[in-house]
């Protein structure tokens, strides 16, 4: 069976801190990989997606960057934390070629910037 | 108008009650209809996921979609204290491809009161 690993569950950071999220996929090849954001009373936010290495499509201009060095491995990272880079972090995979069909989410990053 | 619309809630109702969540949408394009279920400082997980018009059950949760009405909801039967959650509406134009991505609603609240 698949299952999906996000670490920290819980970050506290000072503005201008570098950041280092990590996820991994177990059980499947070549997922579509995906970064979202939940903040508070704003619904999940799409940051970053990914279909393959190396290959990384982002949504919204901001101060995060994603890497995917290898197949069931994404990475979220920043240079300097924003205030505003506050939230709820959640990873997710999907089947290959079904973007859409499932999405199978971790159990997410809580983000505190300071 | 927002693209999705649910309501902020939050829902409180006592054990046993019917529970209806909504969402209303936008764009008459989209064609496939999800519900998640979070519980607190948990990812997401996919409840329900239907295609164009219709009813779909499975257990004591019902999805209906009113593509004409351009309204989905989610009937919870029996409802039960671990029914407690956060459930997020989702929605996408296409199954797959580069402009496959699910537009979520803001989720809504549910508290249910032993």
């Known amino acids: 069976s698949q299952t999906i690993h996000q670490w920290p569950a819980t970050l506290v950071q000072p503005v201008g801190s570098p950041l280092s999220l990590e996820c991994t996929v177990e059980g499947t090849s070549n997922p579509n990989l995906y970064w979202y954001r939940q903040a508070a009373g704003r619904g999940l936010q799409l940051l970053f997606y990914s279909v393959g290495i190396g290959q990384i499509s982002s949504e919204v201009p901001q101060n995060l960057s994603a890497s995917r060095p290898q197949d069931r491995q994404f990475i979220l990272s920043s240079k300097k934390l924003l205030l505003s880079d506050s939230g709820f972090y959640l990873c997710a995979w999907s089947v290959p070629d079904r973007q859409n069909e499932k999405l199978f989410f971790g159990s997410g990053t809580q983000l505190s910037v300071l | 108008q927002k693209e999705v619309e649910q309501d902020p809630g939050p829902l409180s109702v006592p054990e046993g009650a019917i529970v209806s969540l909504n969402c209303t949408y936008s764009?008459?394009?989209?064609?496939?209809f999800m519900w998640y279920r979070q519980y607190s400082r948990k990812g997401p997980e996919l409840l329900m996921y239907?295609?164009?018009?219709g009813n779909k059950e499975d257990g004591r949760f019902t999805a209906q979609v009113d593509k004409s009405s351009k309204y989905i909801s989610l009937f919870i039967r029996d409802s039960q204290p671990s029914d407690s959650a956060t459930y997020l509406c989702a929605m996408s134009l296409f199954y797959t491809g580069a402009n496959s991505k699910l537009t979520f609603g803001k989720g809504i609240t549910l508290s249910v009161r032993p």
């Open positions: 239907t295609y164009s018009s």
């Open positions: 764009n008459s394009a989209f064609q496939y």
